[in-house]
């Protein structure tokens, strides 16, 4: 995959999400994204809000990477007993579930746990931290924490019902959905084991194996965990796109993007899987694995993020009306605002880092992330929203955002 020249397999990579990101918001910025209005003015009051969310959230700026582990707010999960592999391969476990169960929970859904109650993304973190303690992803009673692919295979909705607290009063948006991503997960991994194989059964913890023995003189590119999960993870994703038997994961179609292969019209985003690259990173470290090129990957084409830039007016719809219509993801107005939104992550940067007073080595794009523009893309939500959703009634099935 590193590397490749065959122009589909380069759509696996964070380098085509980057470089189809920038021609589409360099076509939006000429006039040419049918739907949307980009005012370039406005990225400085983007810029001023994030570095204001950023030095409230983190006055000494000591930011951490914006990974998964940010939002197991009720502490430290636990990991087995062991040595540095065992303990990387159960947090390998954890946190691809964690992360593939993060989609919108819904603006009514609430997690209790010992008294305090969480919703959104840090509730489903801790709902899904919880669920693997009790060991609902473990085929062994003897050893709860870890997931194997023969129980994922065997998950059922109601696993997720009661490990998630859902009833009519406490709905959740995608349960389906996230049960069936599971077990397509599941039966990944069984079907691959020269990538999913560990010690003893096929688990997604598995990849830790894969990710170690690929580092180079104990150094491993960000980028190569990307490519990893998007060859590993592929054919988990229902109703996506497929090329000639190659499956494109996060990827859409839009006219503007014209190409004279068959990438012609093609958008790859990857949000999930680079939401979870970067999540791998940190358990990568601790057991010893240098990553590195972290800024290879890209900001993650989400609400939050896509969400700072409506409403701080640099993308506008060239209707307002249009958005009172739910939209499916596949729309090309949400692809194309999707997109714009990797660039101007791009472009924001640079901005934010002037107004911190920090230098890039300091502040690369991970950090700004978590400081950060998804922190600033809620709290804008929750003051022009009610409950604090996205700018759009976005139908999805619970996998993209």
């Not at 859902?166 to 997960?185: C, W």
């Not at 958005?323 to 924001?348: E, F, Q, Y």
């Not at 992330?369 to 809620?378: D, F, I, K, P, V």
Request: proline fraction near 7%; aromatic fraction near 6%.
């Amino acid at each position: 995959m590193h590397g490749s020249t065959d122009p589909l397999r380069r759509l696996l990579s964070a380098g085509a999400v980057r470089e189809r990101a920038h021609e589409m918001l360099d076509l939006g910025i000429a006039g040419g994204i049918d739907f949307w209005v980009v005012d370039m003015d406005r990225l400085p009051v983007a810029a001023e809000l994030t570095a204001k969310v950023t030095r409230e959230q983190y006055p000494g700026l000591d930011i951490p990477f914006h990974a998964r582990s940010r939002h197991f707010v009720a502490g430290p999960p636990k990991l087995p007993e062991g040595g540095t592999a065992t303990r990387a391969r159960a947090a390998f476990d954890l946190i691809i579930l964690s992360v593939l169960l993060d989609a919108g929970a819904g603006a009514d859904w609430r997690f209790d746990d010992e008294g305090k109650t969480f919703s959104r993304s840090e509730g489903l973190a801790v709902a899904s931290q919880r669920m693997f303690e009790a060991g609902a992803f473990s085929n062994d009673p003897g050893s709860p924490l870890r997931a194997d692919g023969a129980a994922l295979v065997e998950l059922r909705p109601e696993a997720l019902v009661r490990g998630f607290q859902v009833d009519e009063g406490n709905p959740i948006v995608g349960l389906e959905g996230r049960t069936a991503l599971l077990q397509r997960l599941g039966a990944q991994v069984l079907a691959r084991p020269d990538l999913f194989a560990s010690e003893d059964a096929p688990r997604p913890g598995g990849l830790y194996d894969v990710l170690a023995a690929r580092a180079d003189g104990g150094a491993l590119p960000a980028p190569r965990i990307l490519e990893l999960l998007l060859e590993a993870l592929g054919p988990i994703w229902a109703d996506r796109i497929v090329v000639n038997g190659l499956p494109l994961g996060d990827c859409w179609h839009h006219p503007a993007l014209r190409r004279s292969d068959p990438t012609d019209g093609l958008v790859p985003l990857h949000k999930l899987s680079q939401w979870l690259s970067y999540s791998l990173i940190e358990p990568l470290q601790e057991a010893g694995v240098e990553v590195v090129e972290i800024d290879g990957l890209t900001g993650l084409a989400e609400y939050r993020n896509g969400g700072l830039f409506t409403d701080t007016g640099v993308l506008t719809l060239a209707d307002p009306g249009t958005a009172a219509r739910p939209i499916h993801v596949s729309d090309p107005l949400i692809v194309a605002w999707r997109s714009m939104t990797v660039a101007l992550l791009d472009r924001l940067a640079p901005l934010v880092r002037a107004e911190l007073g920090v230098r890039e080595e300091e502040f690369p794009l991970a950090r700004m992330l978590e400081g950060g523009t998804w922190a600033a893309g809620r709290r804008i939500a929750a003051q022009l929203r009610r409950g604090g959703g996205p700018p759009f009634t976005i139908i999805s099935d619970g996998t993209v955002f």
